[in-house]
């Protein structure tokens, strides 16, 4: 498939100004392609993900720095000192890992995920599973997605572990992207 219009381009990266439609055509053209099962996370796997058994508002801590996210450095958390605004998305893995390796997780772009938006998680599957929108006739409002992280567009407190953006599933911006999920527990065939 075609990838979208970034406004940024370079091999290393994120894809942005993709929307949640086209994130989640993304994942079945890859797993057409692969023959394994790719999708995007749920909420619940998001967030699980980027805490990396952390209690605290940042993986990394009880605050962030732009040493280790990209966003909207001359905008502080709590006492920190102003830091760099980079203007774009950076190459990825430019900033430190979280606690289980994985990188980028707050700030560089917001990353959706497959639940549809709700104000609360009042009736959430508590399984880690997606939240499934409900059925809508036509000429009803869009369906809104949970997007997760912050961005290289957002001050710092937007790129906390709990942070939540509710998005129309068509809306694309050059802060939006996607983190795809391989799903080692089943084929595609399944």
Known sequence: GKLPDCR???????????????????CSQLTNLTSELYHLPSEAQWEYACRAGTVTPFSVGETITTD??????????????????????????????NPWGLQD????????CADAWSDDYTGAPIDGSARVPERRGQDQEPVYRVARGGSWHETPGYCRSAMRLKVADDDRMEYYG?????????????
Do not use: C, K
């Not at 502080?76 to 430190?96: C, K, L, N, Q, W």
């Not at 997780?105 to 959706?112: K, S």
């Open 8 to 26: 940024f381009h370079g091999a290393d990266l994120p894809v942005e100004n993709i929307s949640w439609e086209g994130a989640n055509r993304f």
């Open 68 to 97: 280790y996210a990209n966003y909207v450095g001359n905008h502080i958390y709590r006492d920190e000192p102003p830091g760099v605004y980079r203007h774009g998305t950076t190459p990825v893995g430019s900033f430190p890992p």
């Open 105 to 112: 997780m707050h700030g560089q772009v917001w990353e959706f």
């Open 178 to 190: 996607l983190r795809v999920v391989l799903d080692s527990l089943r084929q595609a065939a399944q």
